[in-house]
């Protein structure tokens, strides 16, 4: 699942990340809590927490929460973002060396993360970390890449000015969950889930992402001008759509 550099590819996003990227429907959490026994008492580690999106909710369900996240800068967003939450615990760490305790943690989340994951190496984390009978939860937010108009032409645009798009997308990497949980069983509920933007927002919505141009960057200045082109030829009242599937993945992992 690891991509080369992959710890730093979001220093220079953080601010687009923060304000455009999806959080997760509120059905997620209730998944965990019927299927995976998520308590208000439970103690989770959030892997690859980033700033702290998928985290937020988990602390809003009254959970301390270890948020490992190997990126300074996106730590530091984290941190700030969730610091009025007295359970938050922010950790410098990876998925393949967490830095937590034995057998500490109840849930090990990795939310828009786990295709950066050393897959042997963080499974056998995960599994150091946990209390016997922990659930692991994989989930990801996948953008519908054709079921509109709209997100055709946006996906075109990816494969045309992204600089790694292919390689990276999580769609590809969900291919791989079996084996990350192998030879546990695992399970996959997918829920609904949607943004909206004006172009403003879609702008960085789309710099957010890892493997697009930046501002020194050769196709950047045409890959925003087909951007604003997409925009105006399917925007109604100013706005446009994604449209995403919130997968989750959960199995105990032995």
């Known amino acids: 699942m690891a991509v080369h550099g992959s710890t730093r590819r979001f220093s220079s996003r953080v601010g687009n990340y923060v304000r455009y990227r999806p959080a997760y429907p509120p059905a997620v959490l209730d998944l965990l809590k019927n299927g995976c026994g998520l308590a208000a008492g439970s103690v989770i580690a959030d892997v690859a927490s980033g700033t702290g999106i998928f985290t937020r909710m ?6 301390r929460v270890f948020g490992v996240e190997p990126n300074a800068e996106m730590r530091k967003a984290g941190e700030e973002f969730l610091r009025s939450y007295p359970g938050f615990t922010s950790v410098a760490g990876t998925a393949e060396a967490t830095t937590l305790a034995d057998h500490s943690v109840d849930l090990v989340t990795a939310a828009q993360a786990a295709h950066w994951f050393d897959r042997e190496n963080a499974r056998r984390e995960f599994i150091r970390i946990s209390r016997p009978g922990a659930w692991t939860i994989l989930l990801w937010n996948e953008r519908r890449t054709a079921s509109t108009p709209f997100l ?3 996906e075109r645009l990816l ?14 990497t969900t291919q791989q969950i079996e084996t990350f949980f192998a030879p546990s069983p695992f399970q996959v509920r997918t829920f609904d889930y949607h943004q909206e933007f004006d172009y403003a927002a879609l702008e960085g919505r789309l710099l957010s992402s ?18 604003r082109r997409i925009f105006e030829a399917h925007q109604a009242n100013g706005r446009v759509g994604f449209e995403y599937d ?9």
């Open 58 to 63: 988990l602390l809003q369900n009254g959970n």
């Open 152 to 154: 055709r032409a946006y």
């Open 159 to 172: 494969i045309e000015y992204g600089t790694d798009y292919q390689d990276v997308r999580s769609e590809r």
């Open 210 to 227: 890892s493997y697009t141009p930046q501002a020194s960057d050769a196709g950047y200045a045409a890959m925003l001008r087909e951007l």
């Open 246 to 254: 919130a997968q989750v993945y959960y199995g105990q992992l032995v």
